[in-house]
Each structure stands twice: as structure tokens, then as C-alpha cells.
């Protein structure tokens, strides 16, 4: 900015000049030519004054109340519409395993088989890794920490997106959901928006997840029916709660066992678990 | 899950961790602690309910998925340190919301159409307003950045250098900007237009004659608006 106006005889600076100074930002010589100029020009004065009361009309102006009932409770709604993720440890099978699965078991790896315990309050931030340090549980893992539950060895997002699954779709959203970061889940077009009931009762189920061993057991119940291909017990890469052809249903994303560009991905129902393994649907997928 | 109440003895940043780690709850809660001057933020900055209430979804909902367990690097909610930290986020997150908005809306109220630029013979829409604005309506014609930064520091008495961090610029811009934002409202502010009419006050001399018709300094400021100013 000139500030060659703010000299001679009749020339007045500007508001954003008395401003400027107002606030420090003239460099010193425009700063003392100012001041100067305002020792003996009262109109100047008074506009500086002006300026200095400003803030203060602002902040008479502050209240605007508190954000409307209704506004409020949209974006309740709208916060609870996004799809929940948990936090799930991944701890070695140990003690569940061998209580589980008999020793004639042909599929499950013992070296490789893991347990799944979901970890949801207690869990610090640093229990949170990147979901790239959740693969496969390895038999040193498993030996290691044979009785140790708690270690935390990688996370698996446990999405609840409330998405109406058919068999076409359901392989369909795989990379959506993979990328798990949230914005994509809900804008795909093709997913129907959950009902409020359905979206209540995913969520509920997801929380459920989070408390217990629901999804490690269904998984071992997975790995226990000799029908499905599960050889060994990965890690899930991503678990949606979900329906399916209209029925409440849990998605479950597993890296192939031996085939890296390939995933399994099974749908269950909500009772997955020891009673119930029944697999809703089947599908093996490239990997993304 | 955490109990509500338990949640609510949580500071900001922990809440925030709990969030990370999964908690459903936790953000809910986060949400209920800031809404309220989240909102009045939004509706100075913004200037109309209808797209605070927007602007403010808008920004809950990418605050919630920047910082849930799956959003790279697990949100940004481990680099909190304080809750001054998560007041400043939550605060930068929903004023980038109204300034995306303000910025989407294109035209600024301020900003004379090209149609109703005072012309020769036309009359000046500012020569009509014989009384003062009322200092929110005021505010509203002034360009975004500007009233971002003065509803920040001098509606709300946040220091220079946190609302530099809000808006994600150096202390020094903010202080220009709400300088220059200060000198623009005064006019407006003013039942009389100020007492500087008649004043040869501002270069550029081209502009001089066209002040003293309009009897301020309005219009030569205004067309100097635009990049980052520098004194």
C-alpha cells in the first residue's frame, strides 16, 4: 500500500490506513506519519476512534441463542446414519480354539488360527494400528501370546452401514468398503438408505460386536463347517453390518487363504456364531 | 459402550480418543458439548440459519470420519493435546464449512453485479441507505475471509494467533483482514456515511472524484479487495 497520501497539506489516510495502523501492520515511518497526522486532524481522529469501537459493536452482537431443537436433532440423526467402525484386536486363538475345535479338525491351521476380540472403550488411541498391520495372525504370533488376549496385534473396521445387500451388490461394494473411510459408504447411489428401524438395530448389532465375541465366534463357526472353503482363519479385512435381500445380515471381507489377489466374502446372519453358521452367500472376488 | 455419564466427566481430547477407539457414543457427546457456539459461528459467519444449520452438518460429519478408527492414521484425534486443540479443530473444520459454502454461493452480496455498477445518470444504491446498517447485516456485505476473522476475534474474543489457526494463516493475515474488514463496516455503521465525505483522502487519484461523489471511500476499497494484502 502508498502511503505517499498520507503526507502534505489536506490529504486525509484512508480507513484502511487508520485501521492498519490501529492493528500494528504500518511499517514505522507510515505508522509515525499517521500518528502525526492524526495530533492535529480531529476528523481523522474520529474515524480512528470509530474503528477502535467496532469490535466491540461485534461482539454485542454475539448471541444467537442456542442451535434450534430441530437443527440439533437432524444432525443427531445424520451422526448416527454414519457407518459406526469399531476397533477389533486381534488376540491369538489359544484357549478358545482348543476348546472349540476338535482334534480331528481338517481345515483350521492350529499355527495360524486366530481369535478375534473386539476391543471398543478401553482400547487407547495407540491400540489403533493401521489396518495394514492387521493381516494374517502368523504361528509366531500365535505361540507368542498363546494366553495373552489382550495383546494388540491390528484392527478390523466393523462398519454398520445398513446397506440392503443383493448378491450382485454385495461383491460390488467390496472396494467401497474397504476403503472404510466412511464418505464413500454412504454416497454410493446404488445403496439403499437404511430405515430408521434397521439403521437402529445394525447399530445395536455393531455395539454388540464391539462388546463381545460374536464375530470371533462366527468366525470359528465359519471355520468350523466343512462345507465353506475356509482353510485357515484370516483376519477380516473389513466387516459390514448390514441386510441382505432384505434380511439382516453381516458382511464379512477375508483375505484368500494362499491366493493374494483374491478375497472371500461371506454373508451371514445376524445369529452367526456356534448355532448358526449358515452362509447367506458366497463370493470370491479380485482383490481391489 | 460407555455410559452417557461416564462420557460426560471425559475431557474433549479423550472423548475424542474413546471416538477413535470406537465408542458410538463418544462423538454424540463431543457433538452436545460444542454444538451451541459451533452454531453461533456459523450463523455470524454465514449469515443465515438455513445454511449454518448446512455448514455445520457438513462439518460434524467430516469431523466424525476424520476421526474414526478407519480414517488414515486413525484421525487426527492422536495429535490432540489439550482440549484447546479439539475447540480449535472443531472450530476450523465448521468454518471451512461456511467458507466453502459463501465461496459456493459465488456471488457476495457486496460485490456490485455488473448491472447495478453506479453509472453516469443511475442512481448509487449506497446513496439510498440514509441509516445505518445494523452491524450483522453490515457484516454480511463484507468479503468472506474478512468476516470470518472478524467474527472470530472481535464477536467472539478469540486471540489473533488461535484464529490463525482456525483459518489456517499467518497471525499477521488475520490481523489484515480484520483491519481491513473494520474500515469497510464503519462506513456502514455510520447514519451519516462518516465525516470523511469531501476529505481528498485516497489515491488512486482516478478513484478520488468517483469517492467524493459517493461521498466515501467505499468503492475504491472495495475494488482494491482481492489478494492477501500486504502493507
Redesign the interface.
Known sequence: ??T??VHGP???????T???L??????PTPAAAVSDHLDHCP?CR??FA??GE??G????????G???DE??S???E???A?P????VTITPLATARRNRLTADNRVLQAAAAAVLVL?????????????SDGGMATADRASAGDSDRGLAEG?V??LSTGTDYTQATVVAAVPRLLA????KVLANPGAEAPTRASDSSA?QY??RL??GPALSDCIIALADDPDTPVVEMPTPLVVDVARFDGEAATVIVLPTADVADRLDVYVVGPDCGPADAKVLHFARVPRP | ??ERSDLAALSDAALL??H?????QA??EL?RRH??RL??VA??TVGN?EEA?DA??DA??SA??AS???????GP??AFRGDSAVTTWLHRIVVNACLDRMRRRAVRPTDPLPETEPRSGMPDPFAALDLSLD??AA?DTLPVEQRAA??L?????WSVEDAAQVLDCAP?TV??R???G??????L??EDH???AG?????PPSQADHDLVRGD?RQ??AT?EGGE???
Open positions: 500500500m502508498s505517499d497520501h489536506g490529504v486525509h489516510p484512508d480507513l484502511e487508520l485501521a492498519d490501529q492493528e500494528g501492520l504500518l511499517p476528523v474520529d474515524d470509530a474503528l467496532i469490535p459493536r461485534l461482539a454485542g452482537a454475539a448471541d444467537v442456542a442451535m434450534p437443527v440439533a437432524r444432525l443427531d445424520v451422526l448416527a454414519e459406526r467402525t469399531a476397533s476391543a471398543a472403550t478401553g482400547i487407547g488411541i495407540s491400540a489403533v494400528q493401521d489396518r484392527s473396521p466393523v472404510a473411510d466412511g464418505p447399530t455393531a455395539a464391539s462388546e | 459402550m460407555t480418543g474413546t477413535a477407539a470406537g465408542d458410538p462423538f454424540g457433538f454444538r451451541d452454531w453461533a450463523v455470524r440459519r444449520a455445520v452438518q460434524f460429519v466424525l470420519r474414526s478408527p478407519t480414517a488414515a492414521g486413525a484425534a492422536a452491524v450483522v457484516l472478524l467474527v476475534v472481535d464477536m467472539y474474543g499477521g490481523k489484515s480484520c483491519a481491513r473494520r474500515a469497510r463496516l464503519l462506513p455503521l455510520r462518516g465525516n470523511r476529505l481528498a483522502h485516497v489515491p471511500a475504491d476499497r482494491a494484502p500486504v502493507p
